[in-house]
T-cell receptor
Framework: EADIYQTPRYLVIGTGKKITLECSQT?????MYWYQQDPGMELHLIHY???????EKGDLSSESTVSRIRTEHFPLTLESARPSHTSQYLC??????????????FGPGTRLTVL | KNQVEQSPQSLIILEGKNCTLQ??????????LRWYKQDTGRGPVSLTI?????NTKSNGRYTATLDADTKQSSLHITASQLSDSASYICVVSDRGSTLGRLYFGRGTQLTVWP
């Protein structure tokens, strides 16, 4: 079991609210990622980070933002939630290298529902 | 376009039976291929990882194969158990970036019945 945590696990919120999804890992990994996953669909990368003060947008356009002030912490923020943001959000981390060492360890996910 | 296709989309088998899941990919340049297991409402967990030179990799009752020439992989599950019910995701990594871009399949939803 990987040491990567996400809170909350489930969140139901009204349109227009600001939310922050938390992700923390205790493995000292440099790289961290946020994915969005809809039922029966593949994971889509929305944000990633190579390390502290590094953030990049992923393949899937997202209205969310991320920050990486500490190595272990990679929160995702939605300034104004909309029903189209309803999805499962998965956080992951990996070591600095590439290839086999790039195995990503996933958190349990946050199931977000925007009414 | 780099893609990962999995089949079947879903599969139902009886406890104790074997099954094989398929993965075809077009990712290039290829670095490695992973099979992940994702339980409902949980994050994916890595089962196996194979590089270009590996043909077979086992992890308990899970055996993955890789044919890098035809760009195909399979995951064979032996003597299935109820706890095997999950989505099995094929993930291919390319060699072309420092990020080690991952390409995800949509998964095969396996249900094991008693």
């Amino acid at each position: 079991e990987a040491d990567i945590y996400q809170t909350p696990r489930y969140l139901v919120i009204g349109t227009g609210k600001k939310i922050t999804l938390e992700c923390s890992q205790t493995m000292g990994h440099d790289k961290m990622y946020w994915y969005q996953q809809d039922p029966g669909m593949e994971l889509h990368l929305i944000h990633y980070s190579y390390g502290v003060n590094s953030t990049e947008k992923g393949d899937l356009s997202s209205e969310s933002t991320v920050s990486r002030i500490r190595t272990e912490h990679f929160p995702l923020t939605l300034e104004s939630a909309r029903p189209s943001h309803t999805s499962q959000y998965l956080c992951a981390s990996s070591e600095r290298g590439s290839g086999i060492s790039n195995t990503q360890y996933f958190g349990p996910g946050t199931r977000l529902t925007v009414l | 376009k780099n893609q990962v296709e999995q089949s079947p989309q879903s599969l139902i088998i009886l406890e104790g039976k074997n099954c094989t899941l398929q993965c075809n990919y077009t990712v290039s340049p290829f670095s490695n291929l992973r099979w992940y297991k994702q339980d409902t409402g949980r994050g994916p967990v890595s089962l196996t990882i194979m590089t270009f030179s590996e043909n077979t990799k086992s992890n308990g009752r899970y055996t993955a194969t890789l044919d890098a020439d035809t760009k195909q992989s399979s995951l064979h599950i032996t003597a299935s158990q109820l706890s095997d019910s999950a989505s099995y995701i094929c993930v291919v990594s390319d060699r072309g970036s420092t990020l080690g871009r991952l390409y995800f399949g949509r998964g095969t939803q396996l249900t094991v019945w008693p």
